[in-house]
C-alpha cells in the first residue's frame, strides 16, 4: 500500500494540477499537522482517497470544532473509519480507526512551550496515551496487534527533535514505540531546510518518519 504522509508546508508539488498525476496510486493520505484544512479538502477531492490527520500548534482555528463539535466521536467501535467525516478529511486526535486493513492511532499538539492552544506537557501527552490504550488492548486480542501507524505532530524525545522547547519530542512517544510496537511513527512539526538532514529513522520495531512537505510510504503490503 502507497501512503502519502504531508505535514507543515503546502508542497507545490502536491498542490498542483498535476497531483493526479504524481499521486494517483497512492491508496491513502495522512496529515501530521500545520496545514490549512483547505489545503486538505483540495487533497480529498482530487485523489479522492480517505485523509486522516492530527492538528498540530499552528492552524488550529477549527480545533475546538472537531474536538468538541459535528465530527468528535470517540471511534471506539467505529472500524470504517467513515464516523466524522466531514469535507472528506477526518480527524482521529486520541482516537484509533481502522481504514484498508491498518490500524491507525493519532496523537496531534506539541510539547507545552507558552501556554498555547494544542500544546502538552509529557505528563498530559501520557495521558492522551492512556485513552488510547484500552481500544488498543481490544486490537491485540481481536487483531493480532495492538496498531499499526502512529500520527503524530511531534516527534519522539531525541528523534528529529530540536533544542528549543517548542520542538522538543516526547518522552511518552518512546515509551509508545516500546510497548506497543507501532511499523510506523508519522509526525510533523521539524522542518526540514536541506535535503540531506534525516528524516527516517529506525527505534526498535517502529520507522519514525518526518513528513514535512510530503512523504511517500510503500508499506510493501495489499489491501
Same mark, same amino acid.
Given at each position: 500500500?502507497?501512503?502519502?504522509?504531508?505535514?507543515?508546508?503546502?508542497?507545490?508539488?502536491?498542490?498542483?494540477?498535476?497531483?493526479?498525476?504524481?499521486?494517483?496510486?497512492?491508496?491513502?493520505?495522512?496529515?501530521?499537522?500545520?496545514?490549512?484544512?483547505?489545503?486538505?479538502?483540495?487533497?480529498?477531492?482530487?485523489?479522492?482517497?480517505?485523509?486522516?490527520?492530527?492538528?498540530?500548534?499552528?492552524?488550529?482555528?477549527?480545533?475546538?470544532?472537531?474536538?468538541?463539535?459535528?465530527?468528535?466521536?470517540?471511534?471506539?467501535?467505529?472500524?470504517?473509519?467513515?464516523?466524522?467525516?466531514?469535507? &472528506?478529511?477526518?480527524?482521529?486526535?486520541?482516537?484509533?480507526?481502522?481504514?484498508?486493513?491498518?490500524?491507525?492511532?493519532g496523537?496531534?499538539?506539541?510539547?507545552?512551550?507558552?501556554?498555547?492552544?494544542?500544546?502538552?506537557?509529557?505528563?498530559?501527552?501520557?495521558?492522551?496515551?492512556?485513552?488510547?490504550? @484500552?481500544?488498543?488492548?481490544?486490537?491485540?486480542?481481536?487483531? &493480532?496487534?495492538?496498531?499499526?501507524?502512529?500520527?503524530?505532530?511531534?516527534?519522539?524525545?531525541?528523534?528529529?527533535?530540536?533544542?528549543?522547547?517548542?520542538?522538543?519530542?516526547?518522552?511518552?512517544?518512546?515509551?509508545?514505540?516500546?510497548?506497543?510496537? @507501532?511499523?510506523?511513527?508519522?509526525? &510533523?512539526?521539524?522542518?526540514?531546510?536541506?535535503?540531506a538532514?534525516?528524516?527516517?529513522?529506525?527505534?526498535?520495531?517502529?520507522?519514525?518518519?518526518?513528513?514535512?512537505?510530503?512523504?511517500?510510504?510503500?508499506?510493501?503490503e495489499?489491501?
Amino acid at each position: 500500500m502507497k501512503i502519502l504522509c504531508i505535514s507543515d508546508q503546502i508542497d507545490p508539488l502536491v498542490y498542483s494540477s498535476t497531483i493526479k498525476e504524481r499521486f494517483g496510486d497512492v491508496e491513502l493520505v495522512l496529515s501530521a499537522g500545520d496545514l490549512p484544512m483547505d489545503y486538505l479538502d483540495f487533497v480529498v477531492s482530487s485523489l479522492n482517497r480517505p485523509l486522516f490527520f492530527v492538528f498540530g500548534n499552528h492552524n488550529i482555528n477549527e480545533l475546538n470544532y472537531y474536538k468538541g463539535g459535528a465530527y468528535a466521536s470517540s471511534y471506539f467501535w467505529n472500524d470504517s473509519g467513515t464516523e466524522g467525516r466531514g469535507s &472528506g478529511a477526518v480527524h482521529i486526535g486520541s482516537k484509533i480507526i481502522r481504514e484498508e486493513g491498518l490500524i491507525i492511532a493519532g496523537l496531534g499538539g506539541s510539547m507545552r512551550y507558552n501556554r498555547g492552544e494544542n500544546q502538552y506537557t509529557d505528563f498530559q501527552m501520557y495521558m492522551e496515551i492512556m485513552r488510547l490504550i @484500552p481500544r488498543m488492548i481490544f486490537n491485540r486480542i481481536f487483531r &493480532g496487534r495492538y496498531l499499526d501507524i502512529l500520527l503524530t505532530h511531534a516527534s519522539p524525545k531525541g528523534i528529529h527533535d530540536k533544542e528549543d522547547k517548542c520542538h522538543w519530542g516526547f518522552k511518552a512517544f518512546l515509551w509508545f514505540m516500546r510497548v506497543f510496537k @507501532p511499523k510506523y511513527l508519522i509526525h &510533523g512539526h521539524i522542518h526540514l531546510y536541506d535535503l540531506a538532514e534525516v528524516r527516517s529513522t529506525r527505534y526498535r520495531d517502529t520507522q519514525v518518519i518526518n513528513a514535512y512537505s510530503h512523504y511517500l510510504i510503500d508499506t510493501g503490503e495489499g489491501n
